[in-house]
């Protein structure tokens, strides 16, 4: 009976190290990217005057530039920021109007920079702020020129307010054979002391 206790205790422990050296090279395999769109970098002026930003031990940064790097801290992918051909303006008044009319208008923002091996990733970050409760239009852009077939989409935000309405929903329309996860939004001025909520968020 003792021996048979111990062929189980040992059957156990081997099934166990298997499922965790699975786990282990899995994880291993992944490769992922952080994309984040931030009109302070996309800006006719200065970041230090743009409308998006808060200021870190002096220095200026774009709020959705900031919460990337929190994020990038714990999950160590490459980054790749979104510009647009178009700038807008570093007032946030201007660019609140100028996003409403991008909506209204079907406008879809013309990207200016390209990722060049997305075949590369599987797990694909993707930030930005809300405007209006939704994505900036540039997003749909985004979304419009890659194919994330087969790929995890995790999107976060910053916003003045809260969460928009049915991003998560829209993101899956646009990319219906991705898998999108859970978003995070984190208030503007709480980025700074977004560190328990981002480590919340990934371990779901």
């Known amino acids: 009976m003792e021996i048979l206790k111990r062929q189980i205790i040992a059957f156990i422990l ?18 992922v990217l952080i994309v984040y769109f931030s009109p302070g970098e996309n800006s006719k002026v200065d970041i230090a005057s743009s409308c998006s930003v808060t200021q870190i031990n002096d220095k200026n940064i774009g709020t959705i530039r900031y919460l990337t790097d929190k994020i990038n801290t714990f999950v160590k992918g490459d980054v790749f920021p979104i510009k647009t051909s178009e700038k807008y ?27 060049d091996n997305l075949d590369k990733y599987n797990i694909i970050f993707v ?11 540039v997003m749909y852009s985004f979304f419009d020129e890659y194919d994330f077939s087969e790929k995890v989409i995790i999107p976060y935000s910053t916003s003045k307010s809260g969460r928009g309405a049915q991003i998560e929903s ?8 991705a898998t999108v996860k859970p978003s995070l939004n984190i208030l503007s ?6 560190d328990d909520a981002i480590q919340k968020w990934l371990k779901k």
């Open 170 to 177: 829209k993101i899956k329309e646009l990319e219906p054979n």
């Open 89 to 115: 303006s570093g007032n946030i008044n201007k660019v609140v109007e100028k996003a409403k009319k991008e909506q209204e208008k079907n406008v879809y923002p013309v990207i200016s920079n390209k990722i």
């Open 127 to 137: 930030g930005y702020p809300i405007w209006w409760s939704d994505m900036p239009q």
């Open 14 to 31: 081997m099934i166990s190290i298997i499922c965790m050296s699975v786990f282990y090279f899995t994880y291993q395999k992944d490769e």
């Open 189 to 194: 001025n709480h980025v700074k002391d977004s």
